[in-house]
């Protein structure tokens, strides 16, 4: 079952723009975590946030969580052509043993 | 450098086949993973293993198995390949306990025809 679901779909901005995208989820969580895949490759984790954490940086990355309204965001700053990816966040439930639940994804596209 | 491989980049088979999908992690990780990706509708869980010669369904195993006999090999099967199985397929590991991060391979594109 698909737990997140991304919003949006899809987003197109130009190099420099930053680029928010949403995710929410149904049940409680371990932890969110999201990926980014480049065109028909594999999965890349890019950051992990806990349920019980709030905002968290990694270099131009930025994940808030709002457990209390279910729902996650990523916020990529002054982004690059190279960002251009799908990002999927995905959820590990506090009853579902180590299984990710993954959302459909939002295609970002960064033009130059 | 963590590495998952998976055997093939694009399989294309013929209804009725026996398909299997190799994937080998070199990190010693106890937990492994087959997803398989369709557009619109995210990854979703096929199998998964948490030990040499374990394994458990995920979402959606019918049509599908799997065989761990070694630590860092993972195959998945398709006992006769329907073209409703044509799609991208991810092997993924992790280390033990709660997972923190998956590390995945390139995907294998299989064409059913």
């Known amino acids: 079952s698909q737990q997140g679901e991304e919003d949006p779909q899809a987003l197109s901005i130009q190099e420099g723009e930053n680029a928010t995208m949403n995710c929410s989820y149904k049940?409680?969580?371990?932890?969110l975590q999201w990926y980014r895949q480049n065109s028909g490759r594999g999965l890349v984790h890019l950051i992990l946030?806990?349920?019980?954490?709030r905002e968290k940086h990694s270099g131009r990355l930025r994940v808030t969580l709002d457990t209390s309204k279910k729902s996650s965001s990523l916020l990529i700053t002054a982004s690059r052509a190279a960002d251009t990816a799908s990002y999927f966040c995905?959820?590990?439930?506090?009853?579902?043993?180590?299984?990710?639940?993954f959302g459909a994804g939002t295609q970002v596209v960064v033009t130059p | 450098d963590v590495k998952v491989t998976q055997s093939s980049r694009y399989l294309v088979k013929r209804t009725g086949e026996k398909v299997f999908l190799e994937c080998v992690q070199d990190?010693?990780?106890?937990?492994m993973f087959w997803y398989r990706q369709d557009p619109g509708l995210g990854l979703r869980l096929i199998y998964f293993?948490?030990?040499?010669?374990?394994?458990e369904k995920g979402d959606i195993p019918e049509g599908y198995s799997v065989s761990r006999e070694k630590k860092e090999r993972f195959s998945l099967i398709l006992e006769s390949a329907s073209t409703n199985q044509t799609s991208m397929y991810l092997c993924?590991?992790?280390?033990?306990?709660?997972?923190?991060?998956?590390?995945f391979g390139p995907g294998t594109r299989l064409t059913v025809t």
């Open positions: 993924a590991s992790s280390s033990g306990g709660i997972i923190y991060e998956q590390y």
């Open positions: 049940t409680s969580i371990n932890n």
């Open positions: 946030i806990r349920s019980n954490e």
């Open positions: 995905a959820t590990i439930g506090t009853d579902s043993w180590g299984k990710l639940q």
């Open positions: 990190m010693d990780h106890e937990n």
């Open positions: 293993s948490y030990d040499v010669k374990m394994k």
